[in-house]
Structures are given as structure tokens and as C-alpha cells.
């Protein structure tokens, strides 16, 4: 089974930007559309990003603008530039499949934005 493993969240201020970074333990993106995902307190998790097979990207209408995903291929890793970030941004997030069937999920990385 595919492990995930998700990093680079942080406390950062409003206005500030991270870099997360999905790692998988082998070669996938070939065979799966990949999504970034996000899940606040007491919300649904929705996705905000995705990467697609032929390596094109997407992301959703809150965060256009301001969050682009990438991958590298080689290193099996993908991720997710955060600019500008805002308060609502705040999150734990996630990497998986675009659709069903799903890989197991990761631990997440916390964002928090806060001044």
C-alpha cells in the first residue's frame, strides 16, 4: 500500500507563505490524478488543489491566485506553494487521490495563520 506523508505546515502570519510537500512511497503520479486537500475545525474536508496525470493543475476559486501545485516526479513528492496566505487558510492539509479509490491518508501538516 502507498504510504503519504505530508510536510512543511507552520504558524506563519497573514500575508506570509509556506511550501508543503507531499511524499509518496513509490512512483504513483503517473497512475493517479493527485488532490490537495484541506480540513479546518469543526468543517468537511475540501480539496484546493489538483495535479493531474499529464501534469497539468488546478485549484479552488478561495485560493486562486495564491496557491499553485507542482510535482516532481523523480522524487515522488508533490507540492503546494502557499502565497498570501490569510486566516481562513488555517487548516490541517492533506495530499490524495483526485477520486475514489482513495490511498490510505497521511498525518496531514498543520497550518495555522495567525498574526
Do not use: H
Request: a positive charge; glycine letters at 10%; charged letters at 15%.
Amino acid at each position: 500500500q502507498v504510504q503519504l506523508v505530508e510536510s512543511g505546515g507552520g504558524l506563519v502570519q497573514p500575508g506570509g507563505s509556506l511550501r508543503l510537500s507531499c511524499a509518496a512511497s513509490r512512483s504513483i503520479f503517473s497512475i493517479y490524478a493527485m488532490g490537495w486537500y484541506r480540513q479546518a475545525p469543526g468543517k468537511q474536508r475540501e480539496v484546493v488543489a489538483r495535479i493531474f496525470t499529464d501534469g497539468s493543475t488546478n485549484v479552488a476559486d478561495p485560493v486562486k491566485g495564491r496557491f499553485t501545485a507542482s510535482r516532481d516526479n523523480a522524487k515522488n513528492t508533490m507540492y503546494l506553494q502557499m502565497n498570501s496566505l490569510k486566516p481562513e487558510d488555517t487548516a490541517v492539509y492533506y495530499c490524495n487521490t483526485n477520486s475514489p479509490p482513495r490511498l490510505n491518508w497521511g498525518p496531514g501538516t498543520q497550518v495555522t495563520v495567525s498574526a
